[in-house]
Every structure is written in C-alpha cells, then in structure tokens.
C-alpha cells in the first residue's frame, strides 16, 4: 500500500521550552520519531535556530545518533541533543529553534518549534570588531584587500581568531583565518586578500561577508560588510549560415509542401551575468512571416554557449521568379546592465522559390502576353483608351454619379464613367468642337468615344475652375491655355502670352475664388492671370514672374505648380532639386499680385544632392488644411513632408531678390525603386499620401497624426498587374471619400484603384 498518508512522518519532542546558560554546561532534550510508514525507514534531524548566520565552523549543538539505522514499520527512533553553545555569538534572550526530521525513503519532512532562554554569562565582551570600509566594488580578475580592527578592551592580554566568512574561500589569498594576540586595553589592524578569479568564475552579486571574532576570555564580536563583483563582459551573437533557401534542395522541381527554413542562432556567454535570451525578428519584411523559436526563452549561464532555433514559414508564390525576404534577429537580454549582444543584431536572408519552376512558367507567360497584346489593341481600336501617354487627370464630384477628365498627348481631353471595378467611356458626352484638321498635331482617334475636346495641341494639364463648376482649364503644348465648358467642351476663353506665344504650359493653378489663375511654363516663368470678378473674363497680359532670370540660371523648367490651401503661398518647383515659395502681398489680398515677394528653398534630403540633373517633379498641400503641410517628390524616388508655416525667410531689402527660406522637413524616405516620382496626392484627411512614378506603381503612404510616414504600416501598392512595371504613372487624382485613386499612365491608359 503506497498511500501518501502512510508516509507521513510523527515526532515528539520531551520538553517545548529549553534553558541555557554559558557558564553552566550543556543542556539537552529528547526528539522521538516513529515510523508509520509502510516500510523501512531513517531518519535525519537538524537544528535551526531564528535569525542565526550560518557557519561550517561554528557548532553550537550536537546529536546522538548523528544518523539513526533504517528501522521497520511501527519501530521508534529517538535522538538526544546537546546545546553547549549560543547559536548567535554573545546573544541574550529567546530565540526559536525549528527541529526538522527528514527521511530520504519517505522524500518527506516534519519541523517541530522549540523555545530556547539564553541566559546572560559570566563572560564579558572584551573584544570588538570594526571594518573601516564597509563596501568594496571590484571586478573580476583584481584583488582588493579588506582592513580589519580589532580592540581588546579588557585588562589582560587575548588570543584571538579572526575568521573571514560569506565569499568563496578560494577567493581569499592565504587563509581566511587569522591568529592574533593583544595585549590589554589595545588594538590591532589586519587585512584579508581577496583576489577575484576570471570573469565566467566570478558572478556579478553583492556578496555579504562577515568577520569573526572569538577570544579565549571574551564572548565572539564580528562586523558584516559587502562585496560587491561589478558586471563586466559580453554576449557573442552569431550564426553559422544566415542564408536560406525554400526549397533547400531540387529547386527545379516543383514543390508544394517546402515552405519553411531554419536558422542556427548563437550565444556565448563571455561576461559574468547569467542571462535569459528572447530573440526578436525584425527587419523589412518581417510581417510576411511566421516565426517559431525552440527554446522561446533559453537561459545562459556563465562561460556557456546555448542555441535558439528560429523556424521560419511563409506563403512561396506559385509562379515568377522568386524573392528574397530579409530579416533581423534581434537578441533581448534579461539584464542589460552591460548592453546589447555583440553584435546586437544577426541579418538574415531568405530566398524563397515559386512552387512551379521558371522553366515551366516561360510557355504561360509568353502565351499571356500575347493575349495581353491582343486586348490593348482591341481597346485601342475601339477607341476605349487614349492613343498617346496620360499627362493629367482629374475626378469630379464627390459621390455617385462621379466621373473622371483625363488630357493626352493624342490632343484629347476625354471624360469617363466611374463603375464599382472599372471606367468606362463616357457615352453621353456630346461634341461640340472638332480639330482643325490643318492645325491638328496628333493622329486622330478612329473611334471618338468619350472625347470630350479636340485641341489642335497636346494637352499637358487639366484643372477644373474653383466657383464656376461647369468650367475646366487645360494647359497645350504650343503655350495656350484654353477655358472650356465641362458640359460641351465650347471654348469660354483663349489665354496667351504674346511676348512668348510658344511657351509650354506644364502646370495650372487656381486661387479658390477663381479671380487668379497661375500658369508654369517650360521656360521658367510664372504668369498670373487675373480677373476683378467671375462674370468677367481673364486680363490678356498677364503678370509673369521670370525666375529663370532671378536665379541666374539658363535654364529651369517648372514641372509643377501648388497653391496652399490660404492661397497664400505658391510653390513653384523645378530643375536643381528645388522648390520656391511664392507669397502674394498681404496688403492687397484680392489685388493682381504686382507686388509680390520671392523665397528660395534649396530642398535638403540628407544626402547632399542638389546638381542640374536633380528635379522637383511634384507638389501636393493636404486639402482644405490650416496646417500648410506640403509633401514634394523628386527625380530620384525621394519623398519629402514640409510645415510651411515654419519657414523663416532670410530678410532682403530687393523684393525681387531670391532668398533661403529655412523650412521645417517633418520627414522624408526614399521609394524602393530609386526611380522618379512624377505625382503625389493627398486623403481628403491626410492620413495618407498616394504616388506615382516610373517604376509603374502606385503606392499608398499611411502618415501618422503629426504628418510623418508611419513606419508600422506597410506602404501598399495598388497597381499591380501584368506587366505594369514597363509603364510610367506621370498623374494621379485622390477622392478618399470614396475610396478611389484615378492614375494616367505612358501606355495611354487611364486606371480606376480602389483603396481598400
């Protein structure tokens, strides 16, 4: 019968209480232990005194039997102990002492309380000791040596022992003993040594020591100090392959199980603090993983090297030609008193393989393109897209019934039908105008399906007129600018620059009371067009503001034109990687804009670019903002968010000086490809900005409260397709109130993405 209950172990003890005098002999009381057990057993006891600082060398009591024999079922042990000493040196009054019985057989204990007077002696306490430093810091590998004093207060000479106890004993150089005479009423000073061992020997801990003291003719006196070992040392971080691949073997097979490689992760402790390691992944790809670690927390102790096993999954494509994920391993460590792993990160890579191999994918892939080609042509033909690149679009309205404006370089503006997946051409779109054939720069499309305008000149850009809601302003190559009816399409008014009838408009700008349109041209001027109210027309001069000349330059195309949402500021941007703030006068809020005055930024990006091949390419104000944030895209992928309102502008007495104007840059990154970005747009919110550029995508950038990129969201594209990596995106439009983004690219197309 093996119940638990048989194992339970009885005792008694002969007395509770226990007197005990120094001077007067040894006291003692009996401890009886049955065994009620269902076997042989026997039986161990110990004596535990209440607040006594334990000592190997220090005996105060004695057994008899010191281990009882192995005794049957229903027999009885009995154990006699001898107090002959204190179980605190020189303590007077009661302590408890704790009787513990233990049997190894039974793997059970039992504690008895037993209550002990200790009497005052006739000794006196002639001997003291002091530490005159008390707390020692040292590291591992140095020796420091430990002051003793000792007085002998009485009236005749005393052999006393020093005894050095509470670190290692081998840490003490010699002895930790030391035997001294003193004479009366006198005192001495000696040291203890200790010399630390190396570092994965030493632990860092604050060690509490203790000196004692005993005399032949006094009772013992000690003094309690603390040694403290300081951290020191480091945790090695490495691993044997940081490079992976799925499938690790035949890769030119398919494989529809592999999705999962393994990495070896390192550590060794080379310090003197024991450590508990996590690993953490971080790294750029880090959310298209799934990661297990074997152990998840693995303990190091000193001097030891212990491995994690990081097991990482993730989806492989079925076709294309594979990708590479890059990770970071990053190690935490339970007490960072001495830092980081070294080094505190392991990069790693891995290179994951399609389920079906390239060489199987060449015979679909030519097959869709084929069939892709076949579907642009078919479109084409039937007029359903443009027949050169998009250069501006633009969506109206703002709930159903909304539809999209697009200009091309075929002469065209055309007007689209915004279905739940697509566009569609805009079929009851009726044509008033028709291209002067004479006069005509484009090839004419064969089937004229939602053309809204024929102009006799590629249109560069399309801006609707603020107030007047049935009314658009495009901007043509040979420098004119031309309002027209949304409606028909009729011309309402012609604008030209006669002094310089050929200039390129590239960008239009108006002010919201559409009493001031800005145009930028190829050749660096700004003109301002200007009206006293909207029934009446357009000046014919308009106010050009040349900053070709007012920055000495030969040349500064501007490609983009930004009015701040208080129309107070124009931003100008162009060649040189620059952009320019125009401010109108303050004192003639609704005046012309004659007198105007002129700032210059020079657009900082951190990597000190700036040279005649460097442009500004696109200028983009959170709608309807009092903040005045402006974000800026650049020729080499790089974007950038701007708080205008904390530009300070370098004084000038020349109004038709160019000044530095030092703007806050609340943040800025570079796009993955490294290849211009033609176009940005805000949310109606801000709470993201859309892009477009050369490498074909256009990406959502999720901003936090305070206008910066928000690193913990991934930017997403929205324009992935076969083949879109070929074209450029050279425009895009934002209604995030309806959860559409419109782009024009250079393969004639105009795109409906929807922002999920």
Same mark, same amino acid.
């Given at each position: 019968?093996?119940?638990?209950?048989?194992?339970?172990?009885?005792?008694?003890?002969?007395?509770?209480?226990?007197?005990?005098?120094?001077?007067?002999?040894?006291?003692?009381?009996?401890?009886?232990?049955?065994?009620?057990?269902?076997?042989?057993?026997?039986?161990?006891?110990?004596?535990?005194?209440?607040?006594?600082?334990?000592?190997?060398?220090?005996?105060?009591?004695?057994?008899?039997?010191?281990?009882?024999?192995?005794?049957?079922?229903?027999?009885?042990?009995?154990?006699?102990?001898?107090?002959?000493?204190?179980?605190?040196? #020189?303590?007077?009054?009661?302590?408890?002492?704790?009787?513990?019985?233990?049997?190894?057989?039974?793997?059970?204990?039992?504690?008895?309380?037993?209550?002990?007077?200790?009497?005052?002696?006739?000794?006196?306490?002639?001997?003291?000791?002091?530490?005159?430093?008390?707390?020692?810091?040292?590291?591992?590998?140095?020796?420091?040596?430990?002051?003793?004093?000792?007085?002998?207060?009485?009236?005749?000479?005393?052999?006393?022992?020093?005894?050095?106890?509470?670190?290692?004993?081998?840490?003490?150089?010699?002895?930790?003993?030391?035997?001294?005479?003193?004479?009366?009423?006198?005192?001495?000073?000696?040291?203890?040594?200790?010399?630390?061992?190396?570092?994965?020997?030493?632990?860092?801990?604050?060690?509490?020591?203790?000196?004692?003291?005993?005399?032949?003719?006094?009772?013992?006196?000690?003094?309690?100090?603390?040694?403290?070992?300081?951290?020191?040392?480091?945790?090695?971080?490495?691993?044997?392959?940081?490079? *992976?691949?799925?499938?690790?073997?035949?890769?030119?097979?398919?494989?529809?199980?592999?999705?999962?490689?393994?990495?070896?992760?390192?550590?060794?402790?080379?310090?003197?603090?024991?450590?508990?390691?996590?690993?953490?992944?971080?790294?750029?790809? @880090?959310?298209?993983?799934?990661?297990?670690?074997?152990?998840?927390?693995?303990?190091?102790?000193?001097?030891?090297?212990?491995?994690?096993?990081?097991?990482?999954?993730?989806?492989?494509? @079925?076709?294309?030609?594979?990708?590479?994920?890059?990770?970071?391993?990053?190690?935490?460590?339970?007490?960072?008193?001495?830092?980081?792993?070294?080094?505190?990160?392991?990069?790693?890579?891995?290179?994951?393989?399609?389920?079906?191999?390239?060489?199987?994918?060449?015979?679909?892939?030519?097959?869709?393109?084929?069939?892709?080609?076949?579907?642009?042509?078919?479109?084409?033909?039937?007029?359903?897209?443009?027949?050169?690149?998009?250069?501006?679009?633009?969506?109206? #309205?703002?709930?159903?019934?909304?539809?999209?404006?697009?200009?091309?370089?075929?002469?065209?503006?055309?007007?689209?039908?915004?279905?739940?997946?697509?566009?569609?051409?805009?079929?009851?779109?009726?044509?008033?105008?028709?291209?002067?054939?004479?006069?005509?720069?484009?090839?004419?499309?064969?089937?004229?399906?939602?053309?809204?305008?024929?102009?006799?000149?590629?249109?560069?850009?399309?801006?609707?007129?603020?107030?007047?809601?049935?009314?658009?302003?495009?901007?043509?190559?040979?420098?004119?600018?031309?309002?027209?009816?949304?409606?028909?399409?009729?011309?309402?008014?012609?604008?030209?620059?006669?002094?310089?009838?050929?200039?390129?408009?590239?960008?239009?700008?108006?002010?919201?009371?559409?009493?001031?349109?800005?145009?930028?041209?190829?050749?660096?001027?700004?003109?301002?067009?200007?009206?006293?109210?909207?029934?009446?027309?357009?000046?014919?001069?308009?106010?050009?503001?040349?900053?070709?000349?007012?920055?000495?330059?030969?040349?500064?195309?501007? @490609?983009?034109?930004?009015?701040?949402?208080?129309?107070?500021?124009?931003?100008?941007?162009?060649?040189?990687?620059?952009?320019?703030?125009?401010?109108?006068?303050?004192?003639?809020?609704?005046?012309?804009?004659?007198?105007?005055?002129?700032?210059?930024?020079?657009?900082?990006?951190?990597?000190?670019?700036?040279?005649?091949?460097?442009?500004?390419?696109?200028?983009?104000?959170?709608?309807?903002?009092?903040?005045?944030?402006?974000?800026?895209?650049?020729?080499?992928?790089?974007?950038?968010?701007?708080?205008?309102?904390?530009?300070?502008?370098?004084?000038?007495?020349?109004?038709?000086?160019?000044?530095?104007?030092?703007?806050?840059?609340?943040?800025?990154?570079?796009?993955?490809?490294?290849?211009?970005?033609?176009?940005?747009?805000?949310?109606?919110?801000?709470?993201?900005?859309?892009?477009?550029?050369?490498?074909?995508?256009?990406?959502?950038?999720?901003?936090?409260?305070?206008? *910066?990129?928000?690193?913990?969201?991934?930017?997403?594209?929205?324009?992935?397709?076969?083949?879109?990596?070929?074209?450029?995106?050279?425009?895009?439009?934002?209604?995030?109130?309806?959860?559409?983004?419109?782009?024009?690219?250079?393969?004639?197309?105009?795109?409906?993405?929807?922002?999920?």
């Amino acid at each position: 019968m093996n119940s638990n209950s048989n194992n339970i172990i009885s005792a008694s003890l002969s007395t509770q209480s226990l007197t005990y005098r120094p001077d007067q002999g040894q006291v003692s009381f009996e401890v009886t232990v049955n065994n009620d057990s269902d076997r042989f057993a026997n039986f161990q006891l110990e004596i535990i005194a209440a607040g006594e600082i334990r000592n190997p060398n220090y005996r105060w009591y004695r057994l008899e039997p010191e281990v009882a024999a192995a005794q049957p079922h229903g027999s009885s042990t009995k154990f006699q102990v001898f107090i002959f000493n204190t179980p605190i040196p #020189g303590f007077v009054g009661t302590v408890n002492l704790s009787v513990k019985i233990f049997s190894p057989q039974l793997a059970r204990e039992r504690r008895l309380l037993l209550r002990l007077e200790i009497e005052r002696g006739n000794k006196p306490i002639l001997i003291s000791v002091e530490l005159p430093i008390r707390t020692f810091q040292v590291y591992p590998g140095n020796a420091i040596d430990v002051p003793v004093r000792v007085r002998n207060q009485g009236q005749v000479a005393s052999n006393v022992l020093l005894h050095f106890i509470g670190v290692d004993a081998s840490w003490v150089t010699n002895s930790t003993e030391r035997r001294l005479t003193l004479n009366a009423v006198s005192q001495t000073e000696v040291s203890f040594k200790c010399e630390l061992p190396s570092v994965v020997q030493a632990p860092s801990l604050n060690y509490i020591f203790t000196v004692e003291a005993t005399s032949n003719n006094s009772y013992p006196a000690n003094a309690e100090g603390s040694l403290e070992v300081l951290p020191v040392g480091y945790i090695d971080f490495s691993t044997p392959q940081n490079k *992976q691949r799925i499938p690790s073997q035949h890769p030119w097979l398919p494989n529809f199980k592999s999705n999962s490689a393994s990495y070896e992760l390192l550590f060794k402790n080379v310090s003197n603090l024991r450590q508990e390691i996590n690993v953490q992944i971080q790294g750029k790809d @880090w959310r298209k993983c799934a990661f297990n670690k074997f152990p998840e927390i693995q303990n190091l102790n000193l001097g030891e090297t212990a491995k994690v096993i990081l097991d990482v999954k993730t989806k492989r494509p @079925w076709v294309g030609i594979g990708k590479t994920i890059f990770l970071e391993a990053k190690a935490e460590l339970s007490d960072q008193r001495l830092g980081s792993t070294d080094p505190a990160t392991q990069s790693l890579e891995l290179e994951v393989l399609p389920i079906i191999p390239l060489w199987l994918q060449l015979a679909i892939l030519a097959l869709l393109a084929a069939l892709l080609a076949l579907l642009a042509l078919l479109f084409r033909q039937e007029g359903i897209a443009h027949t050169a690149s998009v250069n501006s679009v633009r969506i109206i #309205g703002n709930g159903t019934g909304s539809s999209v404006v697009s200009a091309s370089n075929d002469c065209t503006l055309r007007s689209w039908t915004i279905r739940p997946n697509s566009l569609e051409a805009d079929e009851n779109v009726t044509l008033k105008s028709k291209p002067n054939k004479q006069n005509f720069k484009c090839v004419q499309p064969q089937k004229p399906k939602g053309v809204l305008v024929f102009a006799n000149n590629p249109i560069l850009v399309v801006r609707f007129v603020p107030v007047e809601n049935n009314s658009i302003a495009i901007g043509l190559e040979n420098g004119i600018i031309e309002l027209r009816q949304i409606s028909t399409g009729e011309i309402i008014t012609t604008l030209q620059d006669f002094q310089e009838p050929s200039d390129r408009v590239f960008d239009l700008a108006f002010t919201k009371n559409s009493l001031n349109l800005f145009s930028g041209s190829g050749n660096g001027k700004v003109r301002v067009w200007s009206r006293e109210s909207t029934t009446k027309k357009f000046q014919g001069k308009p106010v050009v503001i040349d900053l070709l000349k007012q920055q000495k330059l030969t040349r500064f195309p501007i @490609w983009a034109l930004a009015l701040s949402p208080d129309d107070e500021k124009l931003i100008v941007s162009g060649e040189f990687n620059r952009f320019l703030i125009i401010s109108r006068n303050q004192n003639q809020p609704n005046s012309s804009l004659k007198n105007i005055s002129v700032e210059r930024l020079e657009k900082i990006d951190g990597s000190g670019r700036g040279g005649q091949n460097d442009s500004v390419l696109s200028l983009a104000f959170i709608p309807d903002s009092p903040e005045n944030i402006l974000a800026t895209s650049d020729s080499a992928g790089l974007i950038a968010i701007w708080d205008l309102k904390q530009c300070k502008p370098t004084s000038s007495n020349n109004p038709q000086q160019i000044n530095d104007s030092n703007c806050k840059l609340l943040d800025h990154w570079q796009d993955e490809s490294k290849k211009p970005i033609r176009t940005l747009a805000f949310s109606e919110d801000g709470n993201f900005l859309v892009s477009g550029g050369d490498d074909g995508r256009v990406v959502v950038w999720y901003l936090t409260s305070s206008h *910066q990129l928000d690193r913990t969201k991934s930017p997403k594209d929205i324009n992935i397709f076969p083949g879109y990596k070929k074209i450029k995106i050279r425009t895009i439009d934002v209604k995030s109130s309806q959860g559409i983004v419109i782009s024009g690219s250079d393969d004639f197309q105009v795109r409906l993405h929807r922002i999920k």
